[in-house]
């Protein structure tokens, strides 16, 4: 049987086209020029044949986009579209350039209700993304400015069209098509009265963007594998019983090509058991003597097993002060901390321990994450400080002898991967000390989570471990699924912000002068 269904199909321009291409810029463009010389259409095929592209409908040409090379620091600045075309139709086409610069979008009228322009500038936007331009630039006309030209400044009439006060057909849609006006460009089309020669400067950045590397090292990775101990509460017989015991996990990890691996938070927590004469406040600070060769211990394993170790927490004396601190000791050496911020209840009454008063985020090589200690996870706050530094990855190490202790880490964990467009990973503890006073159980279903939309499971859950459980669990995230999710998510929670309400909440403080 025929199918006689129209048929639209997409394709690069060749030289055979210019004939039908001529008469269709002719049909739009007949107020400012009509179509390009074919000399000019041959030269940009030539140019840059992969950027001329246009849409088929049952044979017919009934759209096209034309692209050029450009450097972004020379035409992300007020420029003139003499300086993109000269006088003799000549194409400024730059062969070494790093970004895209959209010459002309154009449909027929006949068939504008298709959505065909929002095609071609998808098409755009994946070449850009393939073959690693910057960005995409335009300068583009506002033709319904003339209308409004004794009442509204060229800012004002801006301003409306983004409020949808007024519509303008070419400024609308390419808002619509996630631009953003970066400029106001005066005179950049003379003779383009329906616009009084104005242009705006439009943008549309390409956040998988890599810059030129010089070295294998300096590659973003992206497809990060996460490991997490579910780790057992047990009795141990000395500190190399537990080093033990801890490097069966970091070795398992590492054969399974893990870039990290998590420990519960207090997860040296039997060491305690090694003299039970002690009380709570004893007990904790007997615990502590253990820390500083556990954390460099790990770290060896850390250098020796290739992977980076978030060491759960461990509590630790400084200048006769106890804090909770969890170590990120990297694969290269490095050793960071971060303190756990807000104590809980039972760390103050039982443990008499403090809070430490930075959170940051770290530089690893396999991404920018960060760490929040069990009740941390539970403050917004702390989240949102390190999603405005880039956060891609929270270790959330946690203790909870509850299901309902245990569901508020879970819960507020996944709010912050949400919210903070960032992967989070929960690691908890399970099993019993019946020898150690104030932690003799553990419930745990460690997990790891994701933002919530199509680009991720379902239910945002990448992988979570049985409840109560020893087990290891493994989550591979991609990195640069955030950075689609930032620009092109159904919602783009970080980017619609309210900072003039809020913002200063979340803002480093500085000291008055």
Same mark, same amino acid.
């Given at each position: 049987m025929d199918d006689n269904?129209?048929?639209?199909?997409?394709?690069?321009?060749?030289?055979?086209?210019?004939?039908?291409?001529s008469e269709l810029m002719n049909l739009v463009f007949h107020d400012v020029g009509g179509a390009w010389p074919r000399l000019t259409i041959m030269d940009l095929i030539h140019q840059f044949p992969d950027g001329q592209v246009c849409i088929e409908y049952n044979g017919k040409i009934v759209g096209a986009a034309l692209t050029i090379k450009v450097n972004y620091n020379r035409f992300s600045l007020?420029?003139?579209?003499?300086?993109?075309?000269?006088?003799?139709?000549?194409?400024?086409?730059?062969?070494?350039?790093?970004?895209?610069?959209?010459?002309?979008?154009?449909v027929h009228p006949d068939y504008r209700g298709l959505r065909l322009g929002r095609r071609l500038y998808d098409a755009r936007k994946e070449l850009c993304r393939t073959h690693n331009f910057k960005a995409i630039l335009a300068g583009g006309r506002i033709p319904n400015y003339h209308l409004h030209a004794d009442t509204l400044s060229v800012p004002d009439y801006i301003d409306k069209v983004k409020r949808r006060e007024l519509h303008d057909p070419i400024l609308s849609f390419q808002l619509a098509n996630d631009f953003d006006v970066k400029r106001i460009m005066r005179g950049y089309l003379p003779e383009d009265n329906a616009s009084n020669g104005y242009a705006t400067?439009?943008?549309?950045?390409?956040? %998988?963007? !890599? +810059?030129?590397? #010089?070295?294998?090292?300096?590659?973003?990775?992206?497809?990060?594998?996460?490991?997490?101990?579910?780790?057992?509460?047990?009795?141990?017989?000395?500190?190399?019983?537990?080093?033990?015991?801890?490097?069966?996990?970091?070795?398992?990890?590492?054969?399974?090509?893990?870039?990290?691996?998590?420990?519960?938070?207090?997860f040296n927590a039997p060491l305690m058991?090694?003299?039970?004469?002690?009380?709570?406040?004893?007990?904790?600070?007997?615990?502590?003597? %253990?820390? !500083? +060769?556990?954390? #460099?211990?790990?770290?060896?394993?850390a250098v020796t097993y290739n992977i980076n170790i978030i060491a759960g927490s461990m509590p630790v004396i400084e200048d006769g002060k106890l804090f909770n601190v969890s170590y990120l000791l990297q694969r290269d050496g490095e050793i960071n901390a971060q303190y756990k911020i807000h104590i809980t209840p039972h760390e103050v009454k039982d443990w008499v321990?403090?809070?430490?008063?930075?959170?940051?985020?770290?530089?690893?090589?396999?991404?920018?994450?960060?760490?929040?200690?069990?009740?941390?996870?539970e403050f917004p706050e702390l989240g949102r400080i390190m999603a405005e530094q880039g956060v891609q990855i929270l270790f959330v190490p946690f203790w909870t002898d509850t299901k309902n202790g245990y569901l508020r880490v879970r819960l507020c964990?996944?709010?912050?991967?949400?919210?903070?467009?960032?992967?989070?990973?929960?690691?908890?503890?399970?099993?019993?000390?019946?020898?150690?006073?104030?932690?003799?159980?553990?419930?745990?279903?460690?997990?790891?989570?994701?933002?919530?939309?199509?680009?991720f499971p379902h239910d945002a859950t990448l992988t979570e471990a049985s409840p109560n459980?020893?087990?290891?669990?493994?989550?591979?995230?991609?990195?640069?699924?955030?950075?689609?999710?930032?620009?092109?998510?159904?919602?783009?929670?970080?980017?619609?912000?309210?900072?003039?309400?809020?913002?200063?909440?979340?803002?480093?403080?500085?000291?008055?002068?």
């Open positions: 269904s129209p048929k639209l199909s997409l394709r690069t321009i060749e030289p055979t086209d210019y004939q039908e291409l007020p420029h003139l579209y003499t300086d993109i075309i000269n006088e003799n139709n000549v194409i400024q086409n730059e062969v070494t350039g790093d970004a895209m610069y959209g010459l002309d979008v154009f400067l439009l943008e549309w950045d390409n956040f %998988f963007y !890599e +810059e030129d590397v #010089q070295s294998i090292h300096d590659v973003e990775k992206n497809l990060v594998r996460i490991g997490v101990v579910q780790w057992q509460m047990r009795a141990m017989n000395d500190l190399e019983d537990f080093l033990d015991q801890a490097e069966f996990f970091i070795s398992s990890l590492s054969k399974y090509k893990a870039d990290f691996a998590l420990f519960p938070e207090f058991g090694l003299n039970n004469e002690h009380n709570s406040v004893e007990a904790i600070r007997f615990l502590a003597s %253990f820390s !500083e +060769e556990i954390k #460099q211990r790990f770290s060896q394993m321990i403090d809070g430490g008063n930075e959170v940051k985020v770290f530089e690893t090589d396999a991404g920018r994450v960060g760490i929040l200690i069990c009740y941390d996870s964990s996944q709010a912050r991967a949400i919210e903070n467009e960032c992967y989070v990973a929960i690691g908890g503890s399970v099993g019993n000390l019946p020898r150690v006073d104030n932690v003799d159980i553990q419930y745990a279903q460690s997990a790891v989570f994701s933002p919530s939309d199509i680009y459980t020893e087990m290891i669990i493994f989550a591979d995230v991609d990195l640069s699924k955030l950075k689609e999710l930032n620009t092109e998510g159904s919602v783009t929670n970080l980017r619609h912000r309210r900072m003039d309400l809020y913002g200063g909440f979340t803002q480093p403080k500085t000291a008055p002068e």
